[in-house]
Protein backbone atom coordinates (compact mmCIF):
# COMPACT_ATOMS: atom_id res chain seq x y z
CA UNK A 1 0.00 0.00 0.00
CA UNK A 2 1.32 3.55 -0.87
CA UNK A 3 1.00 6.47 1.37
CA UNK A 4 0.83 10.23 0.08
CA UNK A 5 0.92 13.45 1.36
CA UNK A 6 0.98 16.25 -0.33
CA UNK A 7 2.42 19.83 0.13
CA UNK A 8 3.17 23.18 -1.68
CA UNK A 9 -0.17 24.83 -1.22
CA UNK A 10 -0.88 28.19 -0.48
CA UNK A 11 -2.19 32.37 -1.29
CA UNK A 12 -1.45 33.08 -5.08
CA UNK A 13 -3.27 36.24 -6.46
CA UNK A 14 -5.19 35.33 -9.62
CA UNK A 15 -3.40 35.29 -12.63
CA UNK A 16 -0.24 33.46 -10.19
CA UNK A 17 1.39 30.28 -10.30
CA UNK A 18 1.62 27.23 -7.80
CA UNK A 19 3.20 24.25 -7.74
CA UNK A 20 1.87 21.04 -5.84
CA UNK A 21 3.92 18.11 -5.18
CA UNK A 22 2.93 14.56 -3.72
CA UNK A 23 5.13 12.42 -2.15
CA UNK A 24 4.69 8.38 -1.87
CA UNK A 25 6.11 5.80 -0.12
CA UNK A 26 5.28 2.39 1.05
CA UNK A 27 5.14 0.74 -2.38
CA UNK A 28 6.29 0.72 -6.02
CA UNK A 29 5.05 4.48 -6.76
CA UNK A 30 5.65 3.55 -11.00
CA UNK A 31 3.06 1.62 -11.06
CA UNK A 32 0.09 3.38 -9.96
CA UNK A 33 -2.32 5.73 -11.81
CA UNK A 34 -1.78 9.07 -10.19
CA UNK A 35 -4.65 12.01 -10.30
CA UNK A 36 -5.29 15.18 -8.27
CA UNK A 37 -8.65 15.97 -7.21
CA UNK A 38 -10.08 19.60 -5.60
CA UNK A 39 -12.86 20.36 -3.24
CA UNK A 40 -14.12 23.77 -2.13
CA UNK A 41 -16.36 24.30 1.00
CA UNK A 42 -19.87 23.35 0.66
CA UNK A 43 -18.54 21.58 -3.19
CA UNK A 44 -18.27 17.53 -4.17
CA UNK A 45 -14.89 17.05 -4.90
CA UNK A 46 -13.89 17.12 -8.54
CA UNK A 47 -11.21 15.77 -10.67
CA UNK A 48 -8.20 18.13 -11.75
CA UNK A 49 -6.00 15.78 -13.48
CA UNK A 50 -5.13 12.30 -14.09
CA UNK A 51 -1.54 10.73 -14.83
CA UNK A 52 -1.70 7.17 -15.83
CA UNK A 53 1.27 4.57 -14.86
CA UNK A 54 2.06 4.55 -18.31
CA UNK A 55 2.13 8.11 -18.36
CA UNK A 56 -1.05 9.55 -20.37
CA UNK A 57 -2.90 12.77 -18.65
CA UNK A 58 -6.49 14.08 -18.90
CA UNK A 59 -8.12 17.12 -17.58
CA UNK A 60 -11.62 18.52 -17.60
CA UNK A 61 -12.12 21.46 -19.20
CA UNK A 62 -12.47 23.54 -16.36
CA UNK A 63 -8.46 23.50 -16.49
CA UNK A 64 -7.15 22.29 -19.66
CA UNK A 65 -4.19 24.67 -20.60
CA UNK A 66 -3.78 26.09 -16.92
CA UNK A 67 -2.65 23.00 -15.36
CA UNK A 68 -0.19 20.18 -16.06
CA UNK A 69 0.18 16.38 -13.83
CA UNK A 70 3.51 15.16 -14.05
CA UNK A 71 5.68 12.53 -12.21
CA UNK A 72 9.17 11.51 -11.59
CA UNK A 73 9.14 8.10 -10.34
CA UNK A 74 13.34 8.20 -9.44
CA UNK A 75 11.59 10.30 -6.76
CA UNK A 76 8.63 8.61 -5.80
CA UNK A 77 6.59 11.90 -6.65
CA UNK A 78 3.75 13.48 -8.66
CA UNK A 79 2.75 17.37 -9.47
CA UNK A 80 0.69 19.19 -10.48
CA UNK A 81 2.09 22.98 -11.89
CA UNK A 82 -1.07 25.15 -11.87
CA UNK A 83 -0.58 28.52 -13.68
CA UNK A 84 -2.79 31.51 -14.83
CA UNK A 85 -5.09 30.44 -11.39
CA UNK A 86 -8.31 31.98 -10.60
CA UNK A 87 -10.60 32.31 -7.63
CA UNK A 88 -12.73 29.67 -8.70
CA UNK A 89 -9.12 27.17 -8.12
CA UNK A 90 -9.29 27.92 -4.64
CA UNK A 91 -9.71 24.45 -2.71
CA UNK A 92 -8.26 21.72 -0.93
CA UNK A 93 -6.36 20.06 -3.52
CA UNK A 94 -5.56 16.42 -2.75
CA UNK A 95 -3.36 13.11 -4.19
CA UNK A 96 -4.67 9.92 -5.30
CA UNK A 97 -3.60 6.77 -6.40
CA UNK A 98 -5.47 4.31 -8.06
CA UNK A 99 -5.57 0.92 -9.98
CA UNK A 100 -9.08 0.50 -11.97
CA UNK A 101 -8.17 -3.25 -12.29
CA UNK A 102 -7.45 -4.13 -8.43
CA UNK A 103 -9.97 -1.48 -7.57
CA UNK A 104 -6.67 0.24 -5.69
CA UNK A 105 -7.56 3.46 -4.32
CA UNK A 106 -5.86 5.96 -1.69
CA UNK A 107 -5.76 9.37 -0.58
CA UNK A 108 -3.54 12.32 0.76
CA UNK A 109 -4.72 14.38 3.24
CA UNK A 110 -4.56 17.48 1.06
CA UNK A 111 -3.29 21.23 0.70
CA UNK A 112 -4.77 24.14 0.98
CA UNK A 113 -5.22 26.23 -2.20
CA UNK A 114 -6.40 29.72 -1.65
CA UNK A 115 -6.54 32.48 -4.86
CA UNK A 116 -7.37 35.87 -3.96
CA UNK A 117 -8.61 38.40 -6.82
Known amino acids: QVQLVESGGGLVQAGGSLRLSCAAS????????MGWYRQAPGKQRELVATIRSGGSTNYPDSVKGRFTISRDNAKNTVYLQMDSLKPEDTAVYYC???????????WGQGTQVTVSS
Open 26 to 33: GSIFSIYN
Open 96 to 106: NAYSLVTSYNV
